[in-house]
């Protein structure tokens, strides 16, 4: 699954992102949006938003934490606890390396830690994140050149800035007769 893909579930379907965008009442995205992308394992199930949506909340925390040692550990958490192991398919007298897990009902929470797993050995694990807007909490995958990126979004960033901005000029406003 790529790491995109992860990020688009957990800000879709997650509690926290919808709970703080006050999106919690509004229909969940179409689940067609995800599927080609999803790259699940060979022997998953079908997913539902309950599925998407559980998932999401147990993803959310690994973008949301402080420290890289915190990050690790919660996704090895996740890879022990799906019991997700590598193996190898042969079809068409060609060979190809799969994942399995053996209740399919993690495959789907199996495929993102693996995907996370990646992120963090190929790339500085501070580079996850969660959106310091207000009112968003939406994950974030950091791929700026100095990795200090802060805002899931230009929009996000944008709101800030114009806020920072207003306060500024509140606070240096001349006291009126």
Known sequence: MPLTTV??????WGDAPRLEAGEQDLPYPPRKSLAGRLGLLANAEPVTDRALRQVADRLHPVFAADHLSERV?????????????????EEDHRVRGVWLVDDKRSALLAAAALALRAH??????????????????????????????????????????????????????????
């Open 73 to 89: 550990h919660m996704v090895g958490e996740l890879l022990e606890e799906t019991g997700v192991r590598p193996t190898l398919l």
């Open 7 to 12: 990020v688009e579930l957990v800000n879709g």
């Open 120 to 177: 963090l050995l190929g790339e500085p694990g501070n580079r996850l994140g969660v959106c310091a807007g207000r009112r968003c909490a939406d994950a974030y995958v950091d791929a700026s050149p100095g990795g200090r990126r802060r805002f899931c979004s230009i929009t996000c960033q944008n709101r800030a800035r114009v806020a920072a901005f207003r306060r500024r000029r509140a606070g240096s406003a001349p006291s009126g007769a």
